[in-house]
């Protein structure tokens, strides 16, 4: 009932930049905390950043400084700019919300995980 498409990824050479976007559509009522999240081979997935409907942000300590989330209340769009990557961001990354999303009678609460975009830096 809601769709999740995230973009952006791709091959990148160590020290260089990404933006991913992902946004939202479809039966959304309201969508609060936005997230990105990844999976690098072999790991678990992991939270990289978050971002409050006001735009309270959080991060994991590995990205701050390099990493910035935003987002587009209007467009249901959540955006991640990655400068200075590394190998160790070779991952793929997804984004997710909470918020209230469904129809009357089958609301949910957690976006299900898109596609996810694939980010590789490799020189």
């Known amino acids: 009932q809601v769709q999740v498409v995230e973009s952006g990824g791709g091959l990148v050479q160590p020290g260089g930049s990404l933006r991913l976007s992902c946004t939202a559509s479809g039966s959304i009522s309201s969508i609060g905390t936005m997230g990105w999240y990844r999976q690098a081979p072999g790991k678990q997935r992991e939270v990289v950043a978050t971002i409050t409907y006001d735009g309270d942000t959080n991060y994991v300590p590995s990205v701050k400084g390099r990493f910035t989330i935003s987002r587009d209340n209007a467009k249901n769009t959540v955006y991640l700019q990655m400068n200075s990557l590394n190998p160790e961001d070779t991952a793929v990354y997804y984004c997710?919300?909470?918020?209230?999303?469904?129809?009357?009678?089958?609301?949910?609460?957690?976006?299900?995980w898109g596609q996810g975009t694939r980010v590789t830096v490799s020189a």
């Open positions: 997710n919300a909470d918020g209230l999303f469904g129809t009357p009678g089958n609301y949910y609460y957690r976006l299900d």
